[in-house]
């Protein structure tokens, strides 16, 4: 249901933005991801989880484009596809879900033992650490599989889920807490809405790239850069948030262990007050982690990219790859 919200959303823009075409939902498809829901998707291991199928499809020219919540695409596409254009963002922050038993609660006030559903360890690690008090279990489901599974049984405290998601469905009375940065930094890529097309395909490119949000694509090409220098996936806690103001880009990113003991957090800033070039020809379609953004000055989206890799490599510096490795090898263990 929300993949169907959001595509319509990408839809309905585009509509507005050219009334003399028509535009078909042609598809609406069941992905690994969706299929395999008695396993952590951490534990799975496939980067391309709720992609691969949709993009068999592109390929088959069966579709045009395809819309994804950019924090599932992985920071390497495969060949002959790009990101054509990053929808403006939606509230990237994590929030928090309350059993009606708990409503008017904060996690800090629930009982000790407190059971709180999430599937990602990102989100796990931090609360952890933070309400070492309550106890973290995995849940699994789309958003009203997880909302009735919440709900129906008492299993859980409450769970935790995107802002974003529970938004675009027209839930967002059931957010109980909002979870600050200083809370839980948010994953890369959350509450932004990517559009997938065939990176050959001039005239669809040339379409989408009017939806094309350009603090988010800033803003989403530091935290992938990031996260694509740091190797990590769903299978290891890797955080982020990013903040631009007065042409000033800052991101903030930080490694888990598992249990949240070990951690290192940085924020480092740049400027990408760049003036739009002229930029004709082959350079338009130069791809920044995946992305293509046409309308966006390609030195502000270059000074992005290295801003992600730069503060990656500082906090390996600091020695990141050893909690991402230990962090892997205990997820792989459970």
């Known amino acids: 249901q929300l993949a169907r919200i959001q595509t319509d959303s990408v839809v309905e823009m585009l509509r507005e933005l050219y009334p003399d075409l028509r535009f078909e939902i042609a598809v609406a498809m069941s992905t690994t991801g969706d299929k395999i829901l008695d396993t952590a998707l951490s534990k799975i291991g496939e980067k391309s989880l709720f992609t691969k199928e949709l993009e068999n499809a592109l390929e088959r020219n069966e579709v045009d484009l395809v819309v994804h919540s950019l924090k599932d695409l992985p ?12 929808c403006k963002r939606e509230n990237p922050l994590d929030a928090v ?21 999430t599937s990602s360890l990102r989100r796990a690690a931090q609360l ?19 909302l009735k599974k919440l709900d129906e049984k008492e299993d859980f405290s409450a769970i935790i889920l995107a802002a974003a998601g529970l938004k675009r469905m027209g839930w ?13 930094l948010y994953a890369v890529g959350q509450g932004a809405l990517a559009v997938e097309v065939r990176a050959k395909d001039q005239e669809i490119l040339n379409m989408v790239s009017a939806l094309q949000d350009a603090d988010t694509v800033l803003c989403c090409i530091a935290e992938r850069a990031f996260m694509k220098r740091l190797e990590g996936g769903c299978s290891v806690p890797v955080a982020v948030n990013s903040m631009l103001k007065d042409g000033q880009l800052y991101l903030t990113g930080a490694v888990y262990s ?22 004709d020809g082959p350079n338009d379609d130069v791809q920044h982690v995946g992305i293509t953004a046409k309308n966006v000055p390609g030195q502000a989206q270059e000074a992005a990219e290295n801003l992600g890799v730069e503060l990656a490599s500082l906090l390996l510096s600091k020695g990141a790859k050893h909690i991402l490795s230990v962090a892997r090898q205990l997820n792989d263990a459970r």
């Open 75 to 86: 920071t390497s596409l495969p060949p002959g596809f790009t990101i054509g254009a990053v």
């Open 97 to 117: 879900v309350f059993h009606p038993r708990n409503c008017g609660k904060t996690l800090s006030l629930l009982p000790e033992k407190s059971v709180i559903g």
């Open 128 to 146: 952890k650490k933070k309400f070492p008090q309550l106890e973290f279990r995995d849940i699994r489901g789309n958003l009203n599989t997880r």
């Open 172 to 184: 967002e009375n059931r957010i109980g807490q909002l979870l600050s940065p200083e809370d839980c």
């Open 258 to 279: 598992l249990d949240g003991s070990d951690s290192l957090r940085e924020t480092m800033q740049t400027s990408v007050n760049y003036p739009p070039q002229n930029e």
